[in-house]
């Protein structure tokens, strides 16, 4: 388990436990895999904030959410931010 301000851009297989703080307005991206809704997520611990890519299912999950477990996420920049992606083995669980 990390905490927010231990996670890098580069940090792979990251295992943390944040805070809902908003959920984004999901919107529509084309992918190599048609139409999906994808939205943007902010989680925060005690010691910081992160963004959260959130796709098709995950977005109800996490809305409806007060605090989350990941694992086996990594970490990506996207517009000068970092943001935690889940790949197609981590888990997001919502712990309350």
Known sequence: ???ISDITVDS???EVEASV?????P??????FGPKRVATAIIEDDTGRINLSLWEDQ?????????LKIAGAYVTEWSNNMQIN???QA??????
């Open 12 to 14: 792979k297989d990251v």
């Open 91 to 96: 888990t997001l669980e919502v712990v309350e």
């Open 59 to 67: 977005i109800d999950t996490v809305s409806a959410a007060k605090k």
């Open 27 to 32: 919107r529509t991206v084309n992918t190599r």
């Open 1 to 3: 388990m990390v905490k």
């Open 86 to 88: 889940l790949s197609k």
């Open 21 to 25: 703080v908003e959920v984004g307005e």
